[in-house]
């Protein structure tokens, strides 16, 4: 898992970001972007991987050690009416570099879980499944995930109607059938499908 990390450092760098988001396919709620940097050699921890094959308690806990045992951390989000404006990718892109920006080391390269790189004058590489390859993207990841489902947690408490706390916002039967019954509400994505029928049914 940290085959990329290595290959980084042989060619003279020295602080190497992984960045990964969470959130590009709900119907509602921000994207969430996160950015980490582990000291090299970096720390082999089997525990950290694809924040996808792992429970929410899993993260949660992996998420204190992975702020104990990196060099920096960082989180970019984009809103809801932000990737409204400028379409979900754009957003995505634009969370990751807020989330490298926001790390306490300024990185001299940085993996980049997917296929687009974002805007930066630092050197990155992006890397298809990178989740599954580098541990820092894994890490990141970890972050942007769990951050995310807390702020979908939060926000059920605001629009308990949906049950965002559940499903987080994604396109489930559930949060359908809430939609078409109540209309979107002030987080949904207005622009995205599941939403934009009902949006106009509503007059939301």
Request: net charge positive; with cysteine.
């Amino acid at each position: 898992m940290d085959l990329l990390e290595k290959e980084a450092a042989s060619k003279g760098c020295r602080f190497i970001a992984g960045v990964d988001e969470a959130g590009r396919g709900p119907l509602a709620g921000p994207v969430v972007a996160a950015a980490v940097i582990f000291p090299f050699p970096t720390p082999v921890n089997p525990s950290i991987k694809d924040s996808k094959k792992l429970s929410a308690s899993k993260r949660s806990a992996l998420v204190f050690d992975i702020h104990r045992s990196a060099l920096a951390v960082g989180v970019g989000i984009a809103w809801h009416d932000e990737i409204d404006r400028v379409n979900i990718l754009r957003a995505s892109l634009n969370a990751m570099e807020r989330a490298v920006g926001a790390l306490a080391i300024r990185p001299d390269f940085v993996l980049v879980d997917g296929r687009f790189p974002f805007k930066s004058d630092i050197n990155q590489r992006t890397v298809i499944s990178g989740d599954s390859l580098s541990i820092s993207i894994a890490a990141a990841s970890i972050i942007a995930k769990t951050a995310r489902d807390g702020i979908m947690e939060a926000y059920h408490n605001v629009f308990p109607a949906y049950n965002f706390k559940k499903h987080k916002g994604y396109g489930t039967e559930e949060h359908l059938s809430a939609i078409k019954r109540f209309g979107p509400c002030p987080i949904h994505r207005r622009t995205f499908n599941g939403v934009v029928f009902h949006r106009s049914k509503h007059g939301a």
